[in-house]
């Protein structure tokens, strides 16, 4: 499978404290991306990372990419109630054919 | 500018009968991909398509399954004869032509169209 795969499954964590989530892929890629599901709605898009990009950060969001270990992480820093959801990353490993793995559903416990 | 658009948002089928979801792209975007999504599952990617050119069908099944999105109006994802495994949610999702990078970048998600085959 080209797909990117979450780790963890599922995260439980409390208001307050971080959330790490990783990523791992099998074959090269021209970028990776992180997105949101909540229950029963679509993806949203959160943060992209180029293969030639090693950290971005966007708000809360920390990304990173080692190409050399085909692996990427997700970090939430002080989560809230409202982040609890399916994260997914999606590779693009076949310039513009996206593949998403499995998602970390993510509970944020108030 | 609305986003992408998908109908019907909930459909319900026999066996046997055909199945027609439609997507709208957001304006401006000329690639579309579908994905399904059994539950507590990821996205399996089916189909991407350009306007009027089918790109890359390597995940759509062979039979029964079909996809198009003509130079006017939505594209469409037609599954004949339905069964009960087509049960699923089906996303659709769009982008603009390559930007500055040479890649399309993020895509924009509709919020499925969910079909129940009885």
């Known amino acids: 499978s080209q797909q990117g795969e979450e780790d963890p499954q599922a995260l439980s964590i409390q208001e307050g404290e971080n959330a790490t989530m990783n990523c791992s892929y099998k074959?090269?890629?021209?970028?990776l991306q992180w997105y949101r599901q909540n229950s029963g709605r679509g993806l949203v898009h959160l943060i992209l990372i180029r293969s030639n990009e090693r950290e971005k950060h966007s708000g809360r969001l920390r990304v990173t990419l080692d190409t050399s270990k085909k692996s990427s992480s997700l970090l939430i820093t002080a989560s809230r109630a409202a982040d609890t959801a399916s994260y997914f990353c999606?590779?693009?490993?076949?310039?513009?054919?996206?593949?998403f793995g499995s998602g970390t559903k993510l509970n944020v416990k108030p | 500018n609305a986003g992408v658009m998908q109908n019907p948002r909930h459909l319900v089928r026999r066996r046997g009968q055909e199945a027609r979801l439609r997507c709208s792209p957001m304006?401006?975007?000329?690639?579309v991909y579908w994905y399904r999504q059994l539950p507590e599952e990821g996205l399996k990617f089916m189909v991407y398509?350009?306007?009027?050119?089918?790109?890359?069908e390597s995940g759509m099944p062979k039979e029964r399954f079909s996809a198009e999105f003509p130079k006017e109006g939505p594209s469409i994802l037609r599954i004949q004869q339905v069964v009960r495994g087509d049960s699923a949610a089906y996303f659709c999702?769009?982008?603009?032509?390559?930007?500055?990078?040479?890649?399309?970048?993020?895509?924009?998600f509709g919020e499925g169209s969910r079909l129940t085959v009885l």
């Open positions: 074959t090269s890629i021209n970028n």
């Open positions: 304006k401006g975007h000329s690639h």
């Open positions: 999702a769009s982008s603009p032509d390559v930007g500055l990078a040479g890649d399309i970048g993020e895509l924009f």
């Open positions: 999606a590779t693009d490993y076949n310039f513009n054919k996206f593949y």
């Open positions: 398509l350009q306007k009027e050119n089918i790109i890359d």
